[in-house]
């Protein structure tokens, strides 16, 4: 059973546009979740989280969103670089010292 | 320079053979994690340990074991028991009081054949 899904495998987006990775959970157990970076052949880099009790957290160019009624969170970014292709993977953790992870999303930011 | 090392990057195996992959860490963490990605899917857990000398299953365990005798130290052996084995395998490592905020190594792709 997926306790934290990402429906989208892929999603090409134009440079300085904004790019939109969704996350769904079915856990409401769930009280923080991370989004991580991962190129190819490389271990994944955290990039950003947000806690249960926010429903926003930005950092720079990378902003979640988090709305706990529909179990669902997003992560934009804004504008878009080529740099930032690679794969996004959600994760959510409810205090079990285990972190779920998603299926992942590959991000492409084509010029 | 703190972090995690994984080697080898590549290792090459028969089937029927154990592997032991290398996992260590100098961030002086207490937590350290196996992981197995497969295309297509996310990173799911084999083990992890939370103190030296203790660890536990994760949700693929089966095929797999592990030691954690040093702090710093945390292999993971690959048994021939394990029915598919080729994979990249990521090891990470977290505060105990910050265990969802986890730090990965660079990967170890394991091809069996």
């Known amino acids: 059973d997926q306790q934290v899904k990402q429906n989208s495998p892929s999603l090409s987006v134009q440079e300085g546009r904004i790019s939109i990775l969704n996350c769904d959970y079915t856990n409401s157990m769930f009280d923080y979740f991370l989004w991580y970076k991962k190129y190819p052949a490389e271990g994944p880099t955290f990039l950003i989280s947000?806690?249960?009790?926010?429903d926003k957290n930005e950092d720079g160019r990378f902003t979640v969103f988090l709305n706990k009624s529909a179990k669902h969170l997003s992560l934009h970014i804004v504008p878009s670089q080529p740099g930032d292709s690679a794969v996004y993977f959600c994760?959510?953790?409810?205090?079990?010292?285990?972190?779920?992870f998603g299926t992942g999303t590959r991000l492409q930011v084509f010029p | 320079d703190g972090g995690i090392t994984q080697s080898p990057k590549y290792l090459f195996r028969k089937e029927g053979q154990n592997v032991t992959l290398s996992c260590e860490q100098n961030l002086n963490h207490d937590a350290m994690y196996w992981y197995r990605q497969d295309p297509g899917q996310g990173l799911r857990l084999i083990y992890y340990s939370q103190i030296v000398n203790d660890f536990q299953k994760g949700d693929i365990a089966e095929g797999y074991s592990v030691s954690r005798e040093k702090k710093e130290s945390f292999p993971l052996t690959v048994t021939s028991a394990q029915k598919n084995p080729t994979a990249f395998y990521l090891c990470?490592?977290?505060?105990?009081?910050?265990?969802?905020?986890?730090?990965f190594g660079p990967g170890t792709r394991l091809t069996v054949t």
């Open positions: 990470a490592s977290s505060m105990i009081t910050e265990s969802y905020e986890q730090y």
């Open positions: 947000i806690s249960s009790i926010k």
């Open positions: 994760a959510a953790y409810n205090n079990t010292d285990k972190l779920i």
